[in-house]
């Protein structure tokens, strides 16, 4: 257990900044074709008529215009932990002005972002890169991104111990059953069958209700993190909540170490961060 928390953790935040900062421009983007009915009141019942978030929706190219500047920088490792900060403003607003469309995964990015704040993710992968070494503070932030996504499992394996439909064995076929197409799927001859959507009903409670365990113990570290890949990409493609499933993806990064993440990284890509940072 002291291995994991004490194992440097220097790479993936850079890693992490690169990547959900393209998932957060993405998302943006696909906002701009509806943006006259997102921000309409008649449309968006849920938009903020008072306050100051009100006039971000008149004015929305704007707004938009800058939050995606404030992207690019907070890609580009421009601006450091002020354009962390200023992602993490944006990314509440967005919530706030598009709340019907928001998903869990936003709510998870939130509070992941407001840890990340404190992050020093422009060691690697930034124009205007860190030489100074992983402070306490910077540490003490990805302990904080770790425990909240160690918070998340925990969470849901307890609420789905104490739901009746999680008990009954039905919610995987019930939550599959929702989207258009699933009778024609190859999920619905599987879930179909009673055993077998048991099984995997169960399967899910147990590999939540463990996943904390397993990702602290190094000999299963990577497979309880493959196996919650494997299961994430797999409701990408059935249930097609491209950007939660990715946010979760990413936030299992902070779970490797430095040595761990050197393993996946090709020697020459490794060779080229190291003679940036000189």
């Known amino acids: 257990m002291k291995e994991f928390w004490t194992a440097e953790r220097m790479i993936y935040p850079s890693v992490f900044r690169v990547l959900i900062g393209l998932v957060l421009l993405t998302d943006l983007i696909s906002?701009?074709?509806a943006t006259d009915l997102l921000?309409?009141?008649?449309f968006n019942?849920?938009?903020p008529q008072t306050g100051f978030i009100a006039p971000l929706a008149e004015h929305s190219t704007l707004f938009l215009s800058v939050y995606a500047l404030v992207l690019i920088l907070f890609i580009l490792g421009i601006?450091?932990?002020i354009s962390s900060f200023l992602v993490f403003v944006f990314h509440v607003l967005m919530m706030q002005l598009t709340l019907p469309l928001m998903t869990w995964g936003d709510t998870i990015l939130k509070f992941s972002l407001l840890y990340f704040i404190f992050v020093d993710?422009?060691?690697y992968l930034a124009l205007n890169r860190s030489k100074k070494s992983f402070s306490f503070i910077s540490q003490l932030a990805v302990w904080?991104?770790?425990l909240h996504v160690f918070l998340i499992y925990l969470?849901?394996?307890y609420f789905k111990i104490l739901d009746k439909d999680w008990q009954q064995g039905i919610a995987v076929f019930y939550s599959f059953s929702q989207y258009q197409g699933f009778q024609e799927s190859n999920w619905f001859s599987v879930l179909s069958n009673e055993f077998f959507a048991k099984s995997i009903n169960y399967f899910i409670i147990l590999q939540q209700l463990t996943f904390v365990p397993m990702v602290i113990?190094?000999?299963t570290r990577g497979i309880a993190i493959l196996l919650s890949v494997f299961i994430h990409f797999l409701m990408l493609f059935q249930f097609e909540l491209w950007k939660f499933e990715l946010i979760v993806v990413l936030l299992y990064g902070f779970l490797l170490n430095d040595k761990e993440i050197r393993n996946l990284i090709p020697e020459w890509i490794q060779q080229r961060l190291i003679s940036n940072r000189t």
């Open 31 to 33: 906002f701009i074709p």
């Open 39 to 42: 921000f309409d009141p008649e």
């Open 45 to 47: 019942a849920f938009l």
């Open 217 to 219: 113990w190094k000999k």
């Open 144 to 146: 904080s991104i770790i």
């Open 155 to 157: 969470n849901n394996a």
């Open 121 to 123: 993710s422009f060691q």
């Open 79 to 81: 601006g450091k932990n």
